[in-house]
T-cell receptor, first 113, second 113 residues
Framework: NAGVTQTPKFQVLKTGQSMTLQCAQD?????MSWYRQDPGMGLRLIHY???????DQGEVPNGYNVSRSTTEDFPLRLLSAAPSQTSVYFC????????????FGPGTRLTVT | EDKVVQSPLSLVVHEGDTVTLNCSYE??????LLWYKQEKKAPTFLFML????IEKKSGRLSSILDKKELFSILNITATQTGDSAIYLC?????????????FGTGTRLQVTL
């Protein structure tokens, strides 16, 4: 099993550009989520999903969109990048519809200039 | 607003010392408390605590939850340089349709020779 994979590992965007961060898991987990990690702020939940076709907002959803068309994939879209979105982004998944033992991907470091 | 606070923010100890990391929470619809270790990249799962007063142990690490006083501690005995990491705690809450995690900002532990 590859576990949770994220692409790209690093990305630099200009203000106003859009892009999609990819996340995939091969563990047949129903629950998937996106976090951002900033210095001194810990991990903050952006969006989460409890299954294909079901998504909900977390703590910091503004500026981000998600969709879940398959169990395996949960992409995160930045609509119009802003410098405040410079961060490390982690995708995570867990068994069933719970957020208990989450498995994290390796992260994407995004810089917006 | 759900809140998880960890202390201390950072800690430097000598190899062989015992450390205690603290996590307090004020959240709605609490379900469980999780501990993660984050070295260079993605957080890795350590413990899940659901019941008060029952210690979970894994080697030199142990953790306990107090649901009356709303806190948890993580103990590491006989610390080693490999224990150097950021330790994150997270409260699992139930939204009515799904569960989600609220993380603390983490405790950065450095173990020196």
């Amino acid at each position: 099993n590859a576990g949770v994979t994220q692409t790209p590992k690093f990305q630099v965007l200009k203000t106003g550009q859009s892009m999609t961060l990819q996340c995939a898991q091969d563990m047949n987990h129903e629950y998937m989520s996106w976090y951002r990690q900033d210095p001194g702020m810990g991990l903050r939940l952006i969006h989460y999903s409890v299954g294909a076709g079901i998504t909900d907002q977390g703590e910091v959803p503004n500026g981000y969109n998600v969709s879940r068309s398959t169990t395996e994939d949960f992409p995160l879209r930045l609509l119009s990048a802003a410098p405040s979105q410079t961060s490390v982004y982690f995708c995570a998944s867990s068994y069933g519809r719970t957020a208990y033992e989450q498995y994290f991907g390796p992260g994407t470091r995004l810089t917006v200039t | 607003e759900d809140k998880v606070v960890q202390s201390p923010l950072s800690l430097v100890v000598h190899e062989g010392d015992t450390v205690t990391l603290n996590c307090s929470y004020e959240v709605t619809n609490f379900r469980s408390l999780l501990w993660y270790k984050q070295e260079k990249k993605a957080p890795t799962f350590l413990f899940m605590l659901t019941s008060s007063g029952i210690e979970k142990k894994s080697g030199r690490l142990s953790s306990i939850l107090d649901k009356k006083e709303l806190f948890s501690i993580l103990n590491i005995t006989a610390t080693q340089t490999g224990d150097s990491a950021i330790y994150l705690c997270a409260a699992v809450t139930y939204t009515g349709t799904a569960s989600k995690l609220t993380f603390g900002t983490g405790t950065r532990l450095q173990v020196t020779l």
